[in-house]
C-alpha cells in the first residue's frame, strides 16, 4: 500500500507566474484536500475533490484551482503568485468523504515566490 | 466562527517529564476533533480522532481527552522522539468535511 505522495518536494517561482502542484493518493482513496500551511501556523482548507468534482472549498481566490483525475490524483493550480502564496502545501488524501474519516498527508511542497 | 486555540505555542521538558497540550475549541456542533503530530519538513501524521465528550484514546505515551470545550494530548514519561509539533483540528456540524486547525504546540524533549 503505497502512501501519500506530492512532487515537487520544493519549488521556487516569480511573483505573477503560475504554478502547478501535484498529489497521488492513497491506494483505495477517492477524495482529496488540499491545505495551505504557512510557517508557524496550522493548515488552512483550501478545497476538497471527491470523485473528480470539487466538493467543498475553503475562504481562497479564484486563482486557486484544481482538478482530480478518474485514478484520484490531482493537481492544486495556482495563477498569478503572490508573495504571501509562500508556504508548504500539503495534499490529504482519506477513503471517502464521510465525517470523522482520518486523513492521509503527503510531506507537502514548500513553494517560495521571490 | 468556528476556532481552534493551542497551548502553549512551545513546550520543554526534560526526558521523563509528563505534561498536557491544551486544544481549546469553538465549533457549531462538533462532529469530530483530530489530534496529529508533524515533525519538520513533513505532512501531518494522524494520532487519534475524539468524538464526544468523556472519550478518551491512548497510543504508546499519548493519551487524548476531550470535553465540551477543549481536548488534552497528555504525553507520559516522553522521550526525545516525541519532540514534534503537535496540532489540534475540528469539524464542525455545517462545514464542507474541512478542517479548522489550531496553530499547534511545538513539543522538544531534552535527553
Known sequence: ETGVTQSPTHLIKTRGQQVTLRCSSQ????????YQ?????????????????????????????????PNYSSELNV????????????????????MNTEAFFGQGTRLTVV | EDQVTQS??????QEGESS?????????????????RQDPGKGPEFLF??????EEKEKERLKATLTK???????????????????????????NYQLIWGAGTKLIIKP
Not at chain 1, 471527491?50 to 481562497?60: A, H, I, P, T
Not at chain 2, 497540550?21 to 476533533?33: A, E, H, I, K, P
Not at chain 2, 480522532?49 to 468523556?54: H, R
Request: with cysteine; proline share 6%.
Open chain 2, 69 to 95: 470545550k477543549e481536548s488534552f494530548l497528555h504525553i507520559t514519561a516522553p522521550k526525545p522522539e516525541d519532540s514534534a509539533t503537535y496540532l489540534c483540528a475540528v469539524q464542525d456540524g455545517g462545514s
Open chain 1, 79 to 98: 495563477n498569478a503568485l503572490e508573495l504571501d502564496d509562500s508556504a508548504l502545501y500539503l495534499c490529504a488524501s482519506s477513503p471517502e468523504t464521510a
Open chain 2, 49 to 54: 480522532t475524539l468524538y464526544s465528550a468523556g
Open chain 2, 8 to 13: 502553549p505555542e512551545a513546550l520543554r521538558l
Open chain 1, 37 to 69: 500551511q504557512a510557517l508557524g501556523q496550522g493548515p488552512q482548507f483550501i478545497f476538497q475533490y471527491y470523485r473528480e468534482e470539487e466538493n467543498g472549498r475553503g475562504n481562497f481566490p479564484p486563482r486557486f484551482s484544481g482538478l482530480q483525475f
Open chain 1, 27 to 34: 491506494s483505495g482513496h477517492n477524495t482529496v484536500s488540499w
Open chain 2, 20 to 36: 498536557s497540550l491544551n486544544c481549546s475549541y469553538t465549533v457549531s456542533g462538533l462532529r469530530g476533533l483530530f489530534w496529529y
